[in-house]
């Protein structure tokens, strides 16, 4: 799992960068392994915890998660978004 951080204005631009980046590895994984479906799922948070609308959507579709997994998993990936820039602009702003 790889998950992305950028500004919110670039959202919808990151997802689509990590979706393009493993398309080959999705073709890969469906060789190798005989699959026919392979979910890649872009995991990309904005910088003060926007998440794109379709990742829930997603996030849900995969059988490993029900809506109230997928509710904590989004709130802990946005907490854990925003303590580290509140922890960033803390360091910028006291030096």
Do not use: F, H
């Not at 670039?10 to 005989?34: I, M, T």
């Not at 609308?53 to 996030?59: G, I, K």
């Amino acid at each position: 799992m790889e998950i992305g951080v950028c500004l919110d204005c670039n959202l919808q631009a990151k997802v689509d960068e990590k979706r393009s980046k493993y398309v080959p590895l999705d073709g890969e994984l469906c060789k190798l392994k005989g699959w026919k479906r392979w979910k890649i799922v872009a995991v990309v948070v904005g910088a003060s915890g926007t998440i794109p609308s379709q990742l829930r959507y997603e996030l849900n579709k995969l059988p490993l998660t029900t809506a109230e997994d997928t509710s904590r998993i989004l709130q802990e990936v946005q907490r854990a978004v925003i303590y580290s820039a509140v922890r960033i602009i803390r360091s910028v702003v006291s030096d």
